[in-house]
């Protein structure tokens, strides 16, 4: 069986990685989410194991020092992981998998997954940045500050990454996800191996 694609999206908070994902996911079955461990509290509607693994801090720290995630991360004063095993299932299953972590994950990512394909979300504009965290209503304005200054350290990583999108209009930046995910299901070397029995009548 061919091994599924394991794709990073990466973005600042409120660029809006987080609904790009969910609508792609909406209308494609063959590719997954890998749902990441946190210790930060869960915001107004969010659901354990549906957002994140909401854990607390001795019960993620168990798990680092077991070396059960493949990533992990300290940022805006949480902890968040991915699970090493619900990556790797639905990988070897022949799912897609994303991960949706941030640059200091992604580093650690590439680092044990070459072939992972990684795409950054960028926002139009620090101050569009700042009302879509603004919208949310959910945090105070020092708060916001600060994840806006994050999110200038943030981005100042996105050379890092293979694709690059700006959401600036929420369909075009859809359409360039679905676009590097498409694009990658049909490269040769997978493509030759997933059809071989067709290839071989037609050669």
């Given at each position: 069986?061919?091994?599924?694609?394991?794709?990073?999206?990466?973005?600042?908070?409120?660029?809006?990685?987080?609904?790009?994902i969910k609508a792609l996911l909406a209308e494609d079955r063959n590719v997954t989410l890998?749902?990441?461990?946190?210790?930060?509290?869960?915001?107004?509607?969010?659901?354990?194991?549906?957002?994140?693994?909401?854990?607390?801090?001795?019960?993620?720290?168990?798990?680092?020092?077991?070396?059960?995630?493949?990533?992990?991360?300290?940022?805006?004063?949480?902890?968040?992981?991915?699970?090493?095993?619900?990556?790797?299932?639905?990988?070897?299953?022949?799912?897609?998998?994303?991960?949706?972590?941030?640059?200091?994950?992604?580093?650690?990512?590439?680092?044990?997954?070459?072939?992972?394909?990684?795409?950054?979300?960028?926002?139009?504009?620090?101050?569009?940045?700042?009302?879509?965290?603004?919208?949310?209503?959910?945090?105070?304005?020092?708060?916001?500050?600060?994840?806006?200054?994050?999110?200038?350290?943030?981005?100042?990583?996105?050379?890092?990454?293979?694709?690059?999108?700006?959401?600036?209009?929420?369909?075009?930046?859809?359409?360039?996800?679905?676009?590097?995910?498409?694009?990658?299901?049909?490269?040769?070397?997978?493509?030759?191996?997933?059809?071989?029995?067709?290839?071989?009548?037609?050669?």
């Amino acid at each position: 069986m061919t091994s599924g694609n394991l794709f990073i999206i990466s973005a600042p908070s409120g660029a809006g990685k987080t609904s790009l994902i969910k609508a792609l996911l909406a209308e494609d079955r063959n590719v997954t989410l890998s749902i990441s461990h946190t210790t930060r509290k869960p915001r107004p509607g969010e659901a354990s194991g549906v957002d994140y693994h909401f854990v607390d801090e001795p019960t993620f720290m168990l798990m680092l020092g077991e070396a059960q995630f493949l990533e992990s991360a300290h940022v805006h004063g949480a902890r968040y992981g991915t699970s090493q095993c619900a990556v790797d299932a639905p990988l070897k299953a022949g799912q897609d998998v994303i991960l949706e972590i941030d640059w200091q994950g992604a580093q650690q990512v590439r680092h044990l997954y070459p072939d992972a394909i990684s795409i950054f979300v960028l926002p139009p504009s620090i101050e569009t940045l700042e009302q879509r965290l603004n919208s949310r209503g959910q945090d105070s304005q020092e708060t916001i500050s600060r994840r806006v200054a994050a999110a200038r350290e943030e981005m100042s990583h996105v050379g890092e990454f293979d694709y690059v999108t700006i959401n600036h209009y929420f369909e075009e930046a859809l359409q360039d996800i679905r676009a590097v995910i498409r694009s990658r299901r049909l490269i040769a070397a997978k493509q030759l191996q997933r059809y071989a029995a067709l290839i071989e009548t037609l050669t």
